[in-house]
């Protein structure tokens, strides 16, 4: 049973460049929820995905975006790239059978310099 | 949202039980107590979570006291390998984002 997979691992992007990340959910989960972690803090929820639509979004400028796939997959979009957008990215997901439960990736490390 | 307050780091001998405390006193009727672990910056690992009674699976066991405003999570044999940090999360029924802090580094000694 394939858990949470993220892709890429590890990027290096320019400051001012996009970046886009993928996630694809573990079996049988159809909600995905990304977060960003910085180095020596928790992960902050960024925004969840369910139906192929935004659900609820966190305190996150609008350079950060989402999308989820018919497949239940997802992607985040980060614009207009800070020094301050290096962390790692977490996706989560879940389902109502899982008790809204939320099980994490291993994450995709972005450094912007 | 409630907030958890958790010490920012404890020791355990290897073999004994690790006690890591939570305290949630705004926690409300609805909202579930949650524990994830992150080792080594890997992705956070789902542990265990409850409402009210006391919980037990194949990880680990959770104690919620009776006015729901503290939590324990007891890990009854710790070994190297439970070395990291651990998060208490306080979620409501009616949101999807789980809340986490700066959670409690646990180092497991030989």
């Known amino acids: 049973d394939a858990g949470v997979t993220q892709s890429p691992t590890h990027l290096i992007k320019t400051r001012g460049q996009q970046v886009t990340l993928r996630c694809s959910p573990k079996?049988?989960?159809?909600?995905v929820s990304w977060y960003q972690q910085a180095l020596g803090q928790g992960p902050q929820f960024i925004f969840q995905?369910?139906?192929?639509?935004?659900?609820q979004r966190g305190n996150f400028p609008d350079r950060f975006s989402g999308h989820q796939f018919p497949n239940y997959s997802s992607e985040l979009n980060v614009n207009a790239l800070l020094l301050g957008d290096s962390a790692l990215y977490l996706c989560?997901?879940?389902?109502?059978?899982?008790?809204?439960?939320?099980?994490f990736g291993e994450g995709s490390w972005l450094t912007v310099v | 949202d409630a907030k958890t307050t958790q010490p920012p780091s404890m020791d355990c001998a290897e073999g004994r039980a690790a006690n890591l405390p939570c305290n949630h006193s705004?926690?409300?009727?609805?909202?579930?107590v949650y524990w994830y672990r992150q080792i080594h910056s890997q992705g956070p690992q789902y542990i265990i979570h409850?409402?009210?009674n006391n919980e037990t699976n194949e990880m680990a066991s959770l104690i919620i006291t009776e006015d729901r405003k503290s939590s324990t999570l007891i890990l009854p044999h710790a070994t190297l390998r439970d070395t990291a940090v651990y998060y208490c999360?306080?979620?409501?029924?009616?949101?999807?984002?789980?809340?986490f802090g700066t959670g409690t580094r646990l180092k497991v000694l030989a």
């Open positions: 989560a997901s879940s389902s109502i059978g899982s008790g809204n439960t939320i099980y």
């Open positions: 079996s049988g989960h159809d909600t």
């Open positions: 995905y369910y139906e192929e639509e935004e659900r």
């Open positions: 705004t926690i409300s009727g609805n909202e579930y």
């Open positions: 409850g409402l009210k």
């Open positions: 999360i306080v979620r409501g029924s009616g949101t999807y984002k789980y809340i």
